[in-house]
Structure formats: structure tokens, C-alpha cells
């Protein structure tokens, strides 16, 4: 093809990544998948199942390749293409998934060494040591609604007004966002009280904790600021100085309204406050990796690799400042961080499409997808006090079969020549 000969090695890096990242997508969600590496006819699409494996390795064939042709940043008008550090961010992600047990039954260190040191080529371009390219954002609910000079997002589908299309899935998010307020939003987001619970405090500790100064009857002081930023609870202040109400009679809370709340809480990440109405032309983008989860990456990786060294504690501890939360402190068994690192992940990445694989590859369904799901409850006495209960809102099941999902049978009636198998468990 004539042409630039750089400009065609960046096209072609370009589209070796969003091969990449979609095999990581089908991969995570099915195990080994079929490669289709070149172009064919139908008959030649008619082929088994690689295995994990395989497909692991030919992703990180194509991340190192794009990597090697791709700049580090692009310039504001290129913004939404793939650059080498989304090449080695996605490279450490999927390393981590192998590295995971539903992926590493024999628990092979190396498999953690090398998903903590493909993290670790990311952070070189953090802020330290590194070029500075990119970074934490101090402010975790616009970390969300920035775009221009966001130096946490490393790769993002974007979007700009006024070339929306209002249908769209992205922006149909934030349509069914905040539960109840007059605002246009149909309320599908429901957190549960078990994420809430997830918080801890402001002094860092988990409101388990006896000595954390909890107190279940005003359970939203003093918590760690990214619950208010990332969640609409009785008492946020939301669109035009609005104070939600969730408990019985409400604002929030009526029982003939499809869009009030099932569990009493709502969505508040990703929702631009800024613009009337759930969606109201917002036109923020879809983060898809960023920098938070590539420290958070290392962080597990390295403990499993070789326990809690103060590299470990630095990356978690770099999450924590930016979200204004005490560090860990160092000196506890390698058990003790697994599970700190756990939750961290779970408050910093919530409804951003991780906790879902994350606890399938940590082979604990059975742990958190089986538990009672449960909900707040807020009703008024005679003096006007508000009275928190915590009820089973419904009870879920789980089986080790689910770590996978099943293959859609039209792809199986497809390729049945080939005998593409289905998933143990879905037949």
C-alpha cells in the first residue's frame, strides 16, 4: 500500500492492539477462544477452539509488537488510538489474569513475576521514575468527566458532542443512573449494601473493625471519600443542590415508581452533575484501562510473586493518597495484603467491568456471588430520626462451572464442523 512508512507501521500496531484487546475481552469471559489470525472465507472461519494458553501468548505477541511501532502519548486530536503504554497495560493485565488461579492451578510464581514486572514497565511511564506521562488524577469523581490533559487514562473510547447519537450505549449508563429524583434516569444501577460495606473509613479502617468508630445509624461520616463520589445514598447532594431522600417517603423512595431505588442506593461515578437531566448531552468517555489499575495490578502481582516488600506498599499506598486515604501500613503476612489489595480494587474499580472476572479468576464465587445481597432501609419515628435496618434485599447462587461463561450456542451451530465445545457445565 503506498504511503508513509511510519504512519503505516503505527496503523498496523493500531490494529494488532484492538486485536489484542478483543481476544483479552473473549478470553476472560470464555477461556481458550479460536484464532482467527488473517483474513479468509467463511469455510476458513470453521476452526476449534485454541487453547488458553495459546491465545494468551499470541495476545501478548501482538501487545509487544504494537507496543514497539507506537508512541507513548498521542496528541490531543489523536486521542482514543492506542498507544505503547495501552499495549503494555493491557499486556500486564492479561499476564495477571494467567497468573490467577482459575488460570494458574500450580500457583507458578513466574507467571506473577511476569505480570508484576509487565506492570512495572507501565509505571516507568508514570510519574516517578519515569517520563511523567501519566499519573494519578487528584480527583476521583472527575477523574471520570475530564478529558483533555487526563493523564490517568491510558486507553478510553471517546465521545463528543454534538456527534452523539443519544441511543448510544455509553451515554445509556448514565440514563439508568441516579434512582428517582426528577432527573430522567430509570434507577438500573442498584449498588448493594455488601460494595458500601466495602468502604472503609476515613481512618482506614474497616468499619468491621471494632475500634473504627463506625456507627450503622449514621453510616455515611467519615468514610472514605470515594463511596460519596461514586455512589447516591441517603443525603447526597446531587443536580442543582438537590438532597437525596431514600428513606420511606422520599424523594427517592416510592414504592409506585419503577425507578426508585432496589436497594436504596444509586450511581453517582461517571454521572456528569454538571448537565440537567441522567444523561443531558454528556459526553464524558468510557475508560476502558487507566493508571490506578495498573498500580493495583502490580501490587497483587508482586505480593504473590514474593510477598509485601515496600515496592508492593508504595503502589497501593499511591491509590490510597490520590483518594485521600491513610496508608497500609507494612509488616503484615503476605494473607493479610492479599485481602487489603482485594478490596482495594473493589471500591477503586467498582462498575467498571472488573469485580465480575476479578472474583471468577480468583475462584471465589462461592465466597461473594453466593452471599445474601443486602440493602439499606431507612425509616422515620415519631421525633423524625432516621432508622438504618439492613436486610437480605434477595438471595443469589453460584457454581465453580460459572468462572466461565458459556459459548453462544449460534457460534457452536456455526462451527460445528470444526466441534467448537461448549464450557463445561452449560451442556
Known amino acids: 500500500v503506498p504511503g508513509d512508512e511510519n504512519l503505516k507501521k503505527r496503523m498496523k500496531a493500531e490494529a494488532q492492539f484492538i486485536r489484542a484487546f478483543a481476544h483479552a475481552e473473549l478470553v476472560k469471559c470464555f477461556g481458550g477462544v479460536p484464532l482467527m489470525l488473517k483474513a479468509g472465507t467463511p469455510e476458513e472461519a470453521i476452526i476449534p477452539r485454541n487453547s488458553y494458553d495459546e491465545c494468551v501468548d499470541q495476545i501478548i505477541s501482538d501487545c509487544d509488537e504494537a507496543a514497539a511501532n507506537l508512541p507513548a502519548v ?99 449508563k448514565w440514563y439508568m443512573s441516579v434512582p428517582g429524583v426528577n432527573d430522567g434516569a430509570w434507577g438500573g444501577f442498584c449498588p448493594t449494601q455488601n460494595l458500601v460495606d466495602a468502604y472503609e473509613m476515613k481512618n482506614g479502617k474497616p468499619i468491621s473493625d471494632p475500634s473504627s468508630r463506625y456507627d450503622p445509624q449514621n453510616p455515611y461520616a467519615d468514610r472514605d471519600a470515594r463511596l460519596d463520589k461514586s455512589i447516591v445514598h441517603q443525603g447526597t447532594t446531587y443536580k442543582a443542590g438537590v438532597i437525596i431522600e431514600t428513606f420511606r417517603g422520599g424523594n427517592t423512595n416510592n414504592t409506585n415508581r419503577l425507578d426508585s431505588p432496589k436497594t436504596g442506593y444509586g450511581l453517582l461515578k461517571m454521572v456528569d452533575t454538571s448537565k440537567w437531566g441522567a444523561a443531558g448531552n454528556a459526553d464524558n468517555d468510557w475508560i476502558f484501562i487507566r493508571y490506578a489499575e495498573v498500580l493495583l495490578n502490580y501490587a497483587e502481582a508482586k505480593n504473590e510473586a514474593s510477598g509485601p516488600d515496600a515496592t508492593v506498599y508504595d503502589a497501593i499506598n499511591q491509590v490510597r493518597a490520590a483518594a485521600g486515604q491513610p496508608p497500609l501500613a507494612p509488616g503484615f503476612t503476605q494473607d493479610e495484603r492479599r485481602d487489603r489489595i482485594r478490596n482495594e480494587r473493589r471500591v477503586e474499580l467498582c462498575f467498571e467491568e472488573h469485580r465480575f472476572f476479578d472474583v471468577r479468576r480468583w475462584k471465589l464465587g462461592s465466597t461473594y456471588f453466593k452471599e445474601p445481597i443486602r440493602k439499606v432501609q431507612i425509616t422515620k419515628d415519631g421525633g423524625g430520626n432516621l432508622i438504618y435496618n439492613y436486610p437480605v434485599w434477595e438471595v443469589r447462587d453460584f457454581k465453580d462451572f460459572q468462572n466461565r461463561l458459556p459459548i453462544p450456542q449460534n457460534e457452536i451451530d456455526l462451527n460445528k464442523d470444526a466441534v467448537l465445545e461448549q464450557n463445561p457445565g452449560y451442556n
Open 74 to 172: 498521542m496528541p490531543t486530536s489523536e486521542l482514543g488510538r492506542a498507544t505503547k503504554v495501552s499495549a503494555l497495560a493491557l499486556k500486564a493485565r492479561v499476564l495477571l489474569y494467567r497468573a490467577s488461579p482459575l488460570n494458574n492451578t500450580g500457583n507458578d510464581l513466574a507467571r506473577w513475576t511476569a505480570a508484576a514486572n509487565a506492570a512495572q514497565e507501565v509505571m516507568n511511564f508514570g510519574p516517578a521514575p519515569g517520563s511523567g506521562e501519566y499519573g494519578l488524577h487528584p480527583d476521583y469523581y472527575r477523574l471520570f468527566i475530564d478529558k483533555p490533559g487526563n493523564k490517568e487514562v491510558i486507553f478510553a473510547r471517546k465521545f463528543q458532542n454534538p456527534n452523539i447519537n443519544p441511543s448510544d450505549g455509553a451515554r445509556n
